[in-house]
Every structure is written in C-alpha cells, then in structure tokens.
C-alpha cells in the first residue's frame, strides 16, 4: 500500500490554508492556534519553531506534546470519511486536525469545539 501524499506535507504549507479558512468565516488566527493546541499540545512557540521548521505531518503529531485525551470525543465526516472510523492512526490525526478547523469555519461554540473544555490561549 502506497503512503498517502499529506503525511509529507509541510505543516507549514497547511496551516495557513486553515487561518484562511477562518478568516475568510469572521473567526481569527488565534481560534486555530487555539484549536492546534488542544488537539497536539503545542504552545504557541512549539507552533511557531514546526512553522518555521517546514516539518512533515508526520513529524508534526510524531512530536506533538501531548494528544488531548478526548480526541475520541471528535466524531463527524470529514473528506467523505467518518473520523473515528479511520483505521490508519496518522491520517486520523491529520483528519481530527481537519474536523476541528472545520467546525471552528462553521461558527461552532469554541467550548463545543474543544468539548465543553475551557478555552485556553496558546
């Protein structure tokens, strides 16, 4: 089985397509680094150095702090494709990334995005 192209995608080539996103839906920057870091466990200058770094997805979630316990609270269609019913752990990861900014685009609750977790700043 041939690996999927994302895995090698620079974080730094998506990231900015997520702001965009956002912005382009009245939400900011900030909501996304907020959502980053629930999700990874990076702080804002952990996000800044794998930006700076153009490190791969792979690396990105290899070396994310700390998974946020309730990943498996993120359920939906994303890309076509049920989320907690991905088999592959890497492309989950990138996907549950995905589902977040998208919901965050969509004007959800941020307590609702983080599920009922308080927001924290990056």
């Known amino acids: 089985m041939t690996r999927p192209r994302i895995f090698g995608m620079s974080f730094a080539s998506i990231y900015p397509l997520y702001v965009t996103k956002v912005e382009r839906k009245g939400r ?3 909501d996304v680094d907020t959502v980053i870091t629930w999700l990874t466990g990076y702080d804002a200058a ?3 150095k794998v930006i700076s770094d ?3 997805l792979e690396t990105f979630f290899d070396q994310a702090p700390a998974m946020n316990p309730n990943v498996s609270l993120i359920t939906g269609v994303i890309c076509g494709h049920r989320v907690e019913d991905i088999d592959d752990p890497l492309l989950q ?3 549950l990334m995905d589902k ?3 919901e965050v685009a969509r004007g959800k609750k941020m307590s609702s995005v983080l599920r009922g977790e308080p927001s924290v700043a990056p």
Do not use: N, P, T
């Open 93 to 95: 990861k990138i996907r």
């Open 54 to 56: 153009e490190v791969d």
């Open 28 to 30: 900011s920057r900030a």
């Open 46 to 48: 952990g996000l800044e």
């Open 100 to 102: 977040l900014v998208d």
